[in-house]
């Protein structure tokens, strides 16, 4: 049984400890926060105790970690939980700076400790169909990736200005889809943005809606087109054109019931956010972490992916500034 | 070149006219009406003649007559047309009485004349597409069929009075449809009607919404279903499910827009009426027709054909007045 | 916290231990099951009690009784729970014989407990949308009601010959959904049916293909499909027409990835069976149990209900015998 | 009436003649071409007279030429027949060379007789209908663009070393939908490309994957995507994100029936080419040509617009050649 400690109590802590407990292979033992009052409901919530870090921390009956505290704190929490002997689930993105993540990265590795990071799409039915068909050979060799991935609607502009921009805050996920379906980085990353849904999050430095062109060593091509708005909801899908055929991965809607009427005929729409689409990825994401640790092997998602998709996102980030493309590798 | 005579110059005459002109192989000779200011109008869109229904009949210069006239003359011309050793092509239905059909079926075999019965949905590409997927085994051995037709709007009580009734009138088609898919009539009928949809019908002695079970000799089962009302337009489905899968004849929409938006994601409606959802139906059917005298091969859809569907017709009639099942070798 | 006990501990029971388990407000006591083995390997897994059926049933501690036993024991321990004062879960049918689930009725009335059937469609959230669209007047008035349902493969023919038959053991569920959409129970039934897929069943006296129309005092119709195979699966739609449109409720299907191949443009099968189809509608189930005991309000869906539902399989039951409709009120 | 006289008498100018010939208020006078056994084919088959190119262009009654020969050659008969007097149909692209184009443009602007180019898809009637939406409001504002565009099957490597290149002969159509659709050309062009489908095209110097992003004045994005291979088929699509919802034009299949077996749900491809898919949309076009020359109005596609299109295509190849962005202005 997997003892297992949360550092930080807000929502998306909250999706994790539902996870832990109802897995039959982990069980959750503490859980911190930096407003004590959060780690006190949450634990009332799953029936554990609510603790400082440092206790959490070091506790050596505490098996694994999970670092669900803001995006500041990631690294350093990282290289103390893996310098404290744990193994450590840490959610997306790594760190704001690439600098500072690679350097995280570093002594991570060093401590020889598994580090997963929480790119929860990865397990997502649909994706991982999606792949399956691809390595199964069932449309040849992948040539043309299309990401949308859309959100329904547009953060606060103080949000954004501490998020990191789009492309480290919203894109990072597809950054990671398109690494985990092309199986290797690209070469080339070509940025276009814009603040077309609100000016706001333009005058803030930030773009609302962008299109990422990437093309790989072996002449391959992806394209990322991101929204912060969409009317009907979060629109989540994957289109890879191959060789043979392509395949996509459509949305997941509320409900399968069609009306049929004289104003036409109407489906439901896409569910609405993160927590409802995702439901079955965060299940089975934790489910990936403790099955590679009872196993011994490789984390599913690695704390290198995620310093991969961080600095795709830093070469998209440069490259919508200077109007030009950007080679990853003088990132 | 097969020089053609329309009787009749009714809204299907038009839909004929068309077919007859736009076909290589045949040309439009001259048009009659028992109102002659129709066939005058006809003629003068076709460039043919507006002539008398026995001048028609009578110029040996004309290889086949086409009947669109009013249903109550169909057996009369068609054994005047065959007598005057023409080929025919007649809308359905042959007659309202399934005597006088029969009587007129005698006749015309008698003749050794080709008859073709107009059931235009034999050509439509879509059920088309099915039968010949079932027929080249993709779903096995046929098991339980379903047919869905209703159409948009019910029509004038006036004209219900006259129609034969909506076994007779409108689920006629969809007898025809069962034997074309099922390659053979019935067993028994199983009727249940209502006039839900407009209650003068009902008091007209009709009904407007019915289903229709029918066992088949080797256990098949088949289910017809009508509405003279779909608020959404013309819906025309067929449903075949077999010992390996099932095949589907899904409606043919008005465009492929799709529009996503807080209400929902809404797609175009089906097309409204025949004239748009069987276009290609009409062109493929005086196609076969013009093909089967040139080659001298049966016609796609014989007079057995329509004379069979009648009796079906009759026998649901039948059954929803008796309240139960009709064998279809009592009628 | 509502305490409960499940007879019997079969594979439905573990679906229903894991709803108990899961909700907030109910736990699981104990289980009994009438080899005890069963009993002590369910209760192991859900860390409750194996007892003996009357040990729960006579524990004044327990609130609540679930009855997942086999279908000749249902209504002995309805009436055996109520009279301990158990508010009682039972799966259905509620018996093979409508006399004695009618007598059952009787008992269970008279002793006031509440008794709650488990007709799990009902909670299914597309089948919920359906309703909550028709009961919003998006459809106007109901008019024809089409459901189909088809197992993905038959059952093995001992266990079809103790099955009370085709439209007792699997039909039942759709003459409930009828209910449920309708909101009132036909006056006619009528029912053909054959052995298709396997003569044997036929040998054994029952049906595994059959369709059902059922007319209702103010003209509505609908029409049940079922076949004990669907080589792509376990086939569920509901399709309603209605005055101002129609609605259809239509698969779950595994995943969202469509292929596009030479061969065709390929989507995902309907999920396989009940246990992926209904696994939200389970849980849905058990929470309106649940609540209604909370909140003192009506069940869900009745005994009442239940006993309707086998009184329309016995009407259907005698129609495919006799060949001819069936009025409900004279069974 | 409208006299027509075609140059060329390849493959577009049989679908031509036939749109010219079927249309009540135009008649296909006579057709050249540079091989007069070809025209006379042609002529043959509609009737008409197989002339030289000048025979057509000096022949007072004929009021109309449509070009559809070779693209060298496009701007010096636009030239010859505005200056002889003609209202002209041209085939796109009006040429490779922009400079050539822009001369052709002059001339046949001071002749002040209309120049109609042949970009038929924007007489899709699926495009249309999703330019209507938009016009009529139903998603608010355009923001986000995508054009979908694959070819069936690569061209043989000789036509590629003749053809422009794909920006000029393939690509061309979309930046032209891009410009109908958002109702002003961008002002920067950002192309990627590839020879991944066939490594000779790539020897040939040109690509046969490419995407394109393209941003405007006021901040909208479009980008589009083009392969010249889909083993399923021709696959043209459009998908638009405005401020309140999206709208997609999706694929025209080959017919509308379902197979459900244990291999999946398969549907039909899309109709295979563009003579399948655009049919309606050349018939459209037509019609469009001679009700602006009946009416006086503007041509629906203009010279200028052809000018437009080639413009973005001599970006977009210096853009993928340059490996950075292109103003459109700067060409």
Redesign the interface.
């Given at each position: 049984m997997l003892k297992v400690g949360i550092l930080g109590a807000g929502r998306i802590a909250g999706v994790h400890a539902a996870a832990i407990t109802a897995h039959s292979g982990s069980t959750l033992v503490a859980v911190s926060d930096f407003i004590p009052a959060n780690a006190e409901k949450l634990a009332a919530q799953y029936g554990c105790e609510a603790r400082t870090n440092d206790a959490i921390l070091n506790d050596p009956t505490i098996d694994a970690v999970l670092i669900a505290t803001s995006t500041d704190t990631h690294s350093g929490f990282i290289e103390a939980a893996t310098a404290a002997g744990k193994a450590v689930f840490c959610e997306k993105p790594v760190d704001l700076s690439l600098a500072r993540a690679q350097a995280c990265q570093k002594l991570a590795s060093a401590s020889g400790r598994p580090v997963m990071i929480g790119f929860n799409r990865r397990f997502d039915?649909?994706f991982g169909?999606?792949k399956a068909?691809l390595d199964a050979g069932?449309?040849?060799k992948a040539?043309?990736l299309?990401i949308t991935s859309?959100d329904p609607t547009p953060p606060p502009v103080a949000y954004v200005k501490v998020s990191g921009g789009l492309f480290r805050d919203m894109m990072i996920h597809d950054f990671d889809m398109a690494n985990f379906i092309m199986g290797t980085a690209p070469e080339?990353i070509?940025a276009?943005?814009?603040?077309?849904?609100d000016p706001d999050i333009g005058l803030a430095g930030d773009v609302d809606?962008?299109?990422v062109?990437m093309?790989y060593a072996?002449?391959?091509?992806a394209?990322i087109?991101n929204?912060r708005?969409?009317?009907?909801g979060y629109?989540q899908r994957v289109e890879l054109?191959?060789?043979?055929?392509?395949?996509?991965?459509?949305?997941?809607?509320?409900?399968?019931?069609?009306?049929?009427?004289?104003?036409?005929?109407?489906?439901?729409?896409p569910t609405y956010f993160f927590l409802q689409r995702y439901t079955a990825a965060f299940t089975a994401e934790w489910a990936g972490f403790v099955a590679a640790l009872a196993n011994g092997t490789a984390m599913p998602v690695t704390l290198d992916d995620g310093v991969a998709a961080l600095a795709m996102a830093g070469a998209a980030t440069m490259s919508v500034k200077t109007?030009?493309?950007v080679r990853l590798d003088s990132i």
């Open positions: 039915p649909n169909a999606l068909a069932e449309i040849g040539e043309l299309s859309f080339t070509n276009v943005g814009t603040s077309i849904v809606t962008a299109v062109t093309t072996d002449g391959r091509i394209v087109k929204s708005r969409a009317a009907y629109d054109l191959g060789s043979k055929g392509m395949l996509q991965a459509q949305n997941v809607l509320e409900n399968t019931v069609v009306k049929s009427t004289v104003d036409g005929v109407t489906g439901a729409k109007g030009a493309p």
